[in-house]
């Protein structure tokens, strides 16, 4: 079975300041894996995915994403933080041959002026 | 391209009362996905089809939901009859098969009264 876990509900940061929001997973086999963004009102945004090949991945708005397999590990970060990007970021997994995602519970990213 | 478009965007019932949710996927993508989301249980997964075809409704939480794609280009979801605990958002997502990015729609917010 494949799980995401955000450990965090809400992370704050000033603006200019860099950011991460930190997610681990669990699947058997070789993972895929998204961040996505929802801001109010919206629906979900992609960002950014990892398949395959590098493990620094470059996404949407600046955004990146690390791949770390000792630490089944794909936090995403920015080096300076937008108020605009202020939203709701969510960890997605799957698996080779599979369609479903599953997703995280999700973490609030707050960026104050 | 237009996106994944759903309506009614807002959908206001009377509980007892059948709503039917809708969905147009983007041209081309073959698969669809229907996903619930709450601040109690966040993001679920109800039901996803590949080529018009349910594989998995293992996150349709019970008989009053039925979801059916009766073309490549339509999808609904219906709920009969509905509760107040159904009041949630309702997110309609499309993919290519064998891609996992998924688009999704900009929602369905339902209030149960």
């Known amino acids: 079975a494949q799980s995401v876990a955000q450990p965090e509900d809400q992370v704050k940061v000033a603006e200019g300041n860099p950011l991460t929001v930190k997610c681990t997973y669990s699947?058997?086999?070789?993972?895929?894996l998204f961040w996505y963004v929802q801001y109010p009102n919206r629906g979900l945004q992609f960002l950014l995915k990892y398949i395959t090949g590098d493990n620094l991945v470059k996404g949407s708005y600046g955004f990146e994403a690390e791949f770390n397999k000792s630490q089944t590990s794909f936090h995403l970060k920015k080096p300076s933080a937008l108020v605009s990007d202020s939203a709701l970021y969510f960890c997605a997994v799957t698996r080779t041959g599979f369609q479903k995602l599953v997703f995280g519970t999700g973490t609030r990213l707050l960026v104050s002026p | 391209d237009a996106g994944v478009i759903q309506s009614p965007r807002h959908e206001v019932t009377e509980m007892g009362q059948e709503v039917t949710l809708r969905c147009k996927p983007i041209s081309g993508h073959n698969s669809l996905f229907w996903y619930r989301q709450t601040m109690m249980r966040g993001l679920e997964l109800l039901i996803y089809?590949?080529?018009?075809?349910?594989?998995?409704d293992s996150g349709m939480p019970e008989d009053r939901f039925s979801a059916k794609m009766p073309n490549a280009s339509f999808s609904t979801l219906k709920i009969q009859p509905s509760e107040p605990r159904d009041s949630a958002v309702y997110f309609c997502?499309?993919?290519?098969?064998?891609?996992?990015?998924?688009?999704f729609g900009p929602g369905t917010r339902l209030t149960v009264l």
């Open positions: 997502a499309s993919s290519l098969h064998g891609d996992n990015e998924q688009f």
């Open positions: 699947v058997s086999g070789n993972p895929y």
């Open positions: 089809f590949n080529n018009n075809v349910p594989i998995d």
